[in-house]
């Protein structure tokens, strides 16, 4: 069952593509969403607040600044009491977008920083893989001991030490 914020961002996701958009449209969700705060998105969805000074507030901090559409959305969030998920709508317009640019986003953690080397020979090997160009989000992670563990989109390849010793223990 897919959550609301997929229904959402892919009705989003189609308008942009329909009027050629979906960059620009990508570029105003990405600016809301570093500038607002999780108590704006509480003010945005209280109750007790009347919803048109919910909704003029969004225009007046956002009006004329974003694609106009990318206002209405949010509005429309407001209205139905979903604005809680707007960072969940954001992230999956992005991997709507990522997908229609062929590309896939990794994200990386390993026990010590990687080489360039093994960098550019790990995303050869995921482009190889998934046939799309990869591109990385790293992140050190001591819990690891060693290895690497990867996520592309949304598959999971472990290949670190702790899980490889996970592993071991289950076989013993």
């Not at 007790?48 to 990318?70: H, M, P, Y």
């Not at 001591?142 to 290895?147: E, N, Q, R």
């Amino acid at each position: 069952m897919t959550g609301a914020y997929v229904e959402y961002a892919q009705a989003l996701f189609s308008l942009g593509l329909e009027l050629n958009k979906e960059e620009a449209f990508f570029t105003s969700l990405t600016e809301v969403k570093n500038s607002v705060t999780s108590e704006y998105l509480e003010f945005l969805s209280s109750p007790s607040i009347k919803a048109s000074e919910r909704l003029n507030a969004l225009d007046t901090a956002f009006g004329g600044k974003i694609e106009r559409e990318v206002l209405a959305f949010l509005k429309l969030l407001v209205e139905k009491r979903n604005i809680k998920i707007f960072p969940e709508c954001v992230n999956e317009y992005e991997k709507l977008l990522l997908d229609r640019k062929n590309v896939a986003h990794a994200k990386v953690k390993s026990a010590v920083e990687l080489t360039s080397v093994q960098m550019h020979a790990l995303k050869l090997k995921l482009e190889q893989i998934t046939g799309k160009t990869v591109v990385f989000e790293t992140e050190i992670d001591k819990k690891l001991i060693g290895g690497i563990t990867v996520i592309v989109d949304d598959t999971l390849i472990d290949g670190s030490v702790s899980q490889k010793l996970r592993s071991l223990k289950e076989i013993l």
